[in-house]
């Protein structure tokens, strides 16, 4: 299972700061491969999660801010408005739910949330948008890897 990941994630294996992000969680990318998330939603939380250690892993300059999904998703010096859009947004909700929410939050917002999203499209373009802000080549191939 993790041959798929680094097969998937070889474009981009050479850069240390990525290769390193991606390494850190291998235990959950073999566990989303397992499907030992439950549904759509728990996935693209992992997701959520790997889209925010890319974007906190990347170089910027000294003095800079580093990236997260909490940054990214308004304005900034960095990324301009380049990822502005709902799917950097909603994925950003699902990893501030899961790091900052008590059991009881996150369930009444999964229930809310889980009504009419299509996490594989949402997953898709924030994986895409971040790739591309990036300069990675493999980004989407990664998270379809992750959840075909």
């Not at 439950?38 to 000294?62: I, K, S």
Request: glycine share 4%.
């Amino acid at each position: 299972m993790w041959e798929k990941i680094t097969d998937a994630a070889s474009p981009d294996w050479r850069q240390s700061w990525f290769r390193r992000a991606v390494e850190k969680l291998e235990d959950r990318f073999v566990a989303i491969q397992l499907r030992l998330y439950r549904g759509e939603r728990e996935q693209a939380a992992e997701v959520a999660l790997f889209l925010d250690q890319l974007l906190d892993a990347y170089p910027v300059p000294a003095g800079t801010e580093r990236l997260k999904l909490g940054s990214v998703k308004r304005e900034n010096a960095i990324t301009e408005r380049r990822l502005v859009a709902d799917s950097i947004e909603q994925m950003h909700k699902l990893r501030t739910e899961r790091s900052h929410a008590l059991p009881e939050h996150r369930r009444r917002a999964a229930a809310r949330a889980a009504e009419g999203t299509d996490w594989k499209r949402v997953m898709a373009e924030a994986a895409d948008l971040i790739g591309r802000e990036l300069k990675l080549r493999c980004v989407t191939a990664l998270v379809r890897t992750l959840v075909p």
